[in-house]
């Protein structure tokens, strides 16, 4: 039977699934958590501890180490990996992995572990990922040589923006131009992924991912000489070619096959980002499908036709693997904020739920700001989170209407920064791990006045790279996978009409409160 495997590589775990696509089967989901499975990477938010509140690097080994424990569990839970036909690979997106020249010659042993193989050929030890926002400086720094922000945005379909690629590698030559000078390859999580897989010096990054770079021509697909310039010098050499999203890369290296069971003639194809992966996984590859994800940052994207972008500048565009392109809006305090809310009060998610069901839409007037984590949209650059209401609320004496408050909070801030899109849906996709509670959903779905379908399988990401590998390697039409895989489930979340006034009042105010305090 042929089967497919994605792995996604995230933020706090390595999830994989298989599906048999003649059985019509999902037949293996796996899961790697940093925090519980390994702990020695220190990492366990997926992330490295830093006095420095806007620095947020992990430990690329990390990724090697879950990649290989991912493939025990499977052989462990009597999977045989000889099934599998062909892989791809999502990443969370912008983090980047800088290897030395020895990267380009090397094979992996069977007989040690992959991890101390890759040990030896990292040019910088850690990796800057998505959560970062410390490149204010470089960003202006690329803006300005480029010809201003207008123009980085016309170009790669976003603002120069602190988390993306090209920002974080010049705050890499300008802090450590030595180690910079040594680099020989930068891939992003995703390629590097692939090139794990493959051991191909000539691993590419697909034009999906590529877009969260700030470094990609998005009318050309291919690096933008200007950004690259305006970046860092000599960047175009220790760049990865890039290819398209249904580009098979090769075979899967010998390692696998000899320590794993893979068979020797499983493809590789390119890997992408998490979010043009959900896109897949969700079956919202074509226009008119926009899908809200609940997971550690919260996103809503939508397949476009034709590049479209953000005049607000928070918004980016990527490739769509489908072809055409993406549009993603990213807030970066998802699921993190509405935990800290949570153990603030020493509260359980039911009683989270039964906290948001105890409160009516609008929430007697009383508002959050939550912003514990700097915010990517809108852009909030000092953490803070304030309250504005009845004095109870105000002095974090009220649990009800606090939990309430996050959420309506984190609803109205992506209705409103997502209108630049377009017409906005009467149906929504909802995937990520919030999405499996009912009480978030009724408030998403009655701030956006429209019913929400949650998607059967909770990792669309790596599902969505599990389709990809099925269409490129397999051949399979997008059309018939979507209809066999990302089949939303039965029944929906209806929004109430009643809320629809109380929510364009709130909309209004959360807008003046916000001048407060964004940049
Ligand atoms: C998107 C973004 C995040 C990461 C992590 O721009 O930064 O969604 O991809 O999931």
Same mark, same amino acid.
């Given at each position: 039977?042929?089967? /497919?495997?994605?792995?996604?590589?995230?933020?706090?775990?390595?999830?994989?699934?298989?599906?048999?696509?003649?059985?019509?089967?999902?037949?293996?989901?796996?899961?790697?958590?940093?925090?519980?499975?390994?702990?020695?990477?220190?990492?366990?938010?997926?992330?490295?501890?830093? $006095?420095?509140?806007?620095?947020?690097?992990?430990?690329?080994?990390?990724?090697?180490?879950?990649?290989?424990?991912?493939?025990?569990?499977?052989?462990?839970?009597?999977?045989?990996? #000889?099934?599998?036909?062909?892989?791809?690979?999502?990443?969370?997106?912008?983090?980047?992995?800088?290897?030395?020249?020895?990267?380009?010659?090397?094979?992996?042993?069977?007989?040690?572990?992959?991890?101390?193989?890759?040990?030896?050929?990292?040019?910088?030890?850690?990796?800057?990922?998505?959560?970062?926002?410390?490149?204010?400086?470089?960003?202006?720094?690329?803006?300005?040589?480029?010809?201003?922000?207008?123009?980085?945005? !016309?170009?790669?379909?976003?603002?120069?923006?602190?988390?993306?690629?090209?920002?974080?590698? *010049?705050?890499?030559?300008?802090?450590?131009?030595?180690?910079?000078?040594?680099?020989? *390859?930068?891939?992003?999580?995703?390629?590097?992924? $692939?090139?794990?897989?493959?051991?191909?010096?000539?691993?590419?990054?697909?034009?999906?991912?590529?877009?969260?770079?700030?470094?990609?021509?998005? #009318?050309?697909?291919?690096? #933008?000489?200007?950004?690259?310039?305006?970046?860092?010098?000599?960047?175009?050499?220790?760049?990865?070619?890039?290819?398209?999203?249904?580009?098979?890369?090769?075979?899967?290296?010998?390692?696998?096959?000899?320590?794993?069971?893979?068979?020797?003639?499983?493809?590789?194809?390119?890997?992408?980002?998490?979010?043009?992966?959900?896109?897949?996984?969700?079956?919202?590859?074509?226009?008119?499908?926009?899908?809200?994800?609940?997971?550690?940052?919260?996103?809503?994207?939508?397949?476009?036709?034709?590049?479209?972008?953000?005049?607000?500048?928070?918004?980016?565009?990527?490739?769509?693997?489908?072809?055409?392109?993406?549009?993603?809006?990213?807030?970066?305090?998802?699921?993190?904020?509405?935990?800290?809310?949570?153990?603030?009060?020493?509260?359980?998610?039911?009683?989270?739920?039964?906290?948001?069901?105890?409160?009516?839409?609008?929430?007697?007037?009383?508002?959050?700001?939550? /912003?514990?984590?700097?915010?990517?949209?809108?852009?909030?650059? *000092?953490?803070?989170?304030?309250?504005?209401?009845?004095?109870?609320?105000?002095?974090?004496?009220? !649990?009800?209407?606090?939990?309430?408050?996050?959420?309506?909070?984190?609803?109205?801030?992506?209705?409103?920064?997502?209108?630049?899109?377009?017409?906005?849906?009467?149906?929504?996709?909802?995937?990520?791990?919030?999405?499996?509670?009912?009480?978030?959903?009724?408030?998403?779905?009655?701030?956006?006045?429209?019913?929400?379908?949650?998607?059967?399988?909770?990792?669309?990401?790596?599902?969505?790279?599990?389709?990809?590998?099925?269409?490129?390697?397999?051949?399979?039409?997008?059309?018939?996978?979507?209809?066999?895989?990302?089949?939303?489930?039965?029944?929906?979340?209806?929004?109430?009409?009643?809320?629809?006034?109380? /929510?364009?009042?709130? $909309?209004?105010?959360?807008?003046? *409160?916000?001048?407060?305090?964004?940049?």
């Amino acid at each position: 039977m042929p089967c /497919y495997l994605g792995i996604d590589s995230s933020t706090q775990s390595c999830k994989g699934v298989v599906i048999d696509t003649e059985r019509g089967q999902l037949v293996l989901h796996l899961k790697v958590d940093y925090k519980e499975d390994l702990p020695a990477y220190g990492c366990p938010e997926g992330f490295l501890p830093s $006095a420095d509140k806007l620095v947020r690097h992990a430990d690329p080994l990390m990724w090697v180490a879950a990649l290989d424990l991912l493939f025990e569990r499977g052989r462990g839970s009597g999977f045989d990996w #000889s099934r599998v036909e062909g892989v791809s690979c999502s990443g969370q997106q912008h983090g980047s992995v800088y290897l030395n020249a020895a990267h380009a010659a090397a094979q992996w042993t069977p007989e040690t572990p992959l991890v101390d193989q890759v040990a030896p050929l990292l040019a910088r030890k850690t990796s800057p990922i998505w959560m970062d926002s410390s490149t204010t400086a470089e960003c202006a720094e690329i803006a300005h040589a480029a010809g201003g922000d207008d123009r980085v945005l !016309a170009i790669t379909g976003s603002r120069a923006t602190e988390r993306f690629t090209g920002p974080q590698i *010049r705050r890499f030559y300008k802090q450590e131009p030595q180690a910079y000078a040594a680099t020989a *390859r930068i891939h992003l999580v995703s390629s590097f992924l $692939a090139y794990l897989l493959t051991a191909r010096a000539d691993t590419p990054i697909d034009l999906g991912d590529g877009a969260g770079m700030n470094l990609l021509d998005l #009318s050309r697909g291919d690096w #933008s000489e200007e950004l690259l310039f305006a970046t860092a010098p000599g960047l175009r050499a220790k760049l990865p070619p890039i290819r398209p999203c249904t580009h098979v890369v090769g075979k899967i290296a010998r390692y696998f096959v000899e320590r794993h069971g893979f068979r020797p003639d499983a493809q590789v194809v390119i890997s992408s980002g998490d979010n043009p992966c959900s896109l897949i996984g969700m079956g919202a590859a074509f226009p008119g499908t926009h899908v809200i994800s609940l997971g550690t940052s919260d996103t809503y994207f939508a397949a476009m036709p034709g590049v479209r972008t953000d005049p607000q500048g928070y918004g980016h565009v990527f490739g769509n693997p489908a072809g055409g392109f993406l549009s993603l809006i990213c807030f970066k305090n998802g699921s993190k904020t509405r935990e800290k809310i949570a153990e603030r009060f020493g509260l359980t998610w039911p009683e989270f739920s039964a906290a948001i069901g105890s409160t009516p839409p609008g929430n007697h007037g009383n508002l959050m700001l939550p /912003y514990v984590e700097a915010e990517i949209t809108p852009r909030v650059l *000092r953490p803070e989170v304030r309250l504005y209401g009845t004095p109870e609320f105000t002095a974090w004496r009220n !649990a009800a209407a606090a939990v309430r408050a996050v959420v309506e909070a984190q609803a109205l801030s992506m209705r409103i920064h997502s209108g630049w899109i377009g017409e906005r849906p009467t149906a929504l996709l909802v995937t990520g791990g919030a999405s499996e509670n009912d009480a978030i959903l009724q408030v998403f779905a009655d701030v956006f006045q429209a019913r929400l379908r949650r998607l059967a399988v909770a990792d669309s990401a790596a599902l969505g790279a599990a389709i990809r590998a099925a269409h490129a390697a397999g051949g399979l039409a997008w059309e018939a996978l979507f209809a066999r895989f990302a089949v939303p489930e039965p029944g929906a979340i209806e929004p109430n009409p009643q809320a629809a006034t109380v /929510y364009e009042q709130m $909309a209004q105010q959360y807008l003046e *409160r916000l001048e407060e305090v964004s940049s």
